[in-house]
């Protein structure tokens, strides 16, 4: 049987232990530092990469609406959800979209006239895109006694 021996001095031990935590930090910094995408909600991934793939999911909902949007703009999801936010996330959950993994993100919001809701006039499609998913969106008039709901197929 050999034994082997070996001397290390305090400075030698402190410099490794000093080296291994260095390289410990920097993993744990660089995981940190890595983006993680918000959860996928039950609601079926939707690439969006221009206004065609919009005005396409529109259509898959049996929307039609004109090819040119009304608005298109980028916005943050709030941090802290207030009571009028909270009610929004719930018309969302009820679609199977969930904007409280987005909470702080920026994300593109495009507003689209519907011209085929059943009977009303003036009203709206928003889709809300963040790095080319559908995240979530809604339908609603402009009339003062309007409706909003989610972004749910046109009924008949």
Avoid: W
């Avoid at 402190?14 to 995981?31: R, Y």
């Avoid at 005005?55 to 941090?79: D, W």
């Avoid at 790095?131 to 009339?143: D, E, F, M, P, V």
Wanted: hydrophobic content about 40%; proline content about 3%.
């Amino acid at each position: 049987m050999m034994i082997y021996t070996v001397k290390f001095s305090k400075k030698k031990a402190v410099a490794i232990l000093l080296a291994m935590a260095i390289v410990i930090a920097a993993v744990i910094l660089a995981a940190g530092q890595k983006e993680t995408e918000p959860a996928q909600t039950t609601a079926s991934v939707v690439k969006i990469k221009s206004d065609a793939d919009c005005l396409s999911y529109i259509a898959s909902l049996g929307y039609t609406v004109e090819t040119v949007p009304v608005e298109r703009k980028e916005v943050t999801i709030p941090i802290e959800f207030d009571e009028v936010y909270e009610e929004y996330n719930r018309i969302q959950q009820s679609c199977g979209f969930d904007l409280t993994s987005y909470r702080g993100k920026k994300v593109t919001l495009y507003t689209y006239t519907v011209t085929n809701y059943p009977g009303q006039a003036d009203v709206r499609c928003d889709l809300l895109v963040h790095r080319s998913k559908i995240i979530g969106g809604n339908l609603y008039t402009t009339a003062i006694d309007g409706f909003m709901h989610g972004l749910k197929p046109a009924e008949g």
